[in-house]
């Protein structure tokens, strides 16, 4: 998708602070962080948010979980984290390409706002 932010992200058009990368998954650092440390986790083929994902849509899935694991323990935050992904407007979604938020470096409040 031509016109959406982090396709154009994920093809190198728009430049990013990347942290890690794999022929599936992309992750940079957030343009407005919200923590000390403050990561987007993105597949590289687009799909809107997570509450599109279909079965075929596992594997990928999975393989997000385990970069944000494997990107925690390169930043040294993995003992304390957080994972969340908003899903729709009202839950804080702004770009329609699902991404995941790893945020960490300061005492998380729950529940989040
Ligand atoms: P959302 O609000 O959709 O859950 O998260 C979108 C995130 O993308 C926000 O935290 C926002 O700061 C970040 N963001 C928006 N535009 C850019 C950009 O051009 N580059 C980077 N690295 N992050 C961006
Ligand atoms: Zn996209």
Redesign the pocket.
């Known amino acids: 998708m031509s016109d959406c932010?982090f396709c154009r992200?994920a093809a190198g058009e728009?430049n990013?602070?990347i942290v890690y990368e794999d022929q599936d998954i992309l992750a940079?650092?957030?343009?407005?962080p919200?923590a000390p440390t403050?990561i987007?986790i993105i597949p590289r083929r687009h799909m809107d948010r997570l509450s599109g994902a279909v079965q075929t849509d596992a594997e990928l899935l999975g393989k997000l979980q385990l970069a944000a694991a494997k990107i925690a323990v390169s930043l040294g935050v993995e003992k304390a984290f957080r994972l969340v992904?908003?899903n729709g407007r009202a839950a804080?979604?702004?770009?329609d390409h699902l991404?995941y938020?790893l945020l960490a470096g300061r005492k998380l409040m729950w529940p989040p706002g």
């Open positions: 932010l992200i728009i990013s602070r940079f650092h957030d343009l407005n919200q403050h987007l992904t908003n804080g979604q702004s770009v991404h938020h």
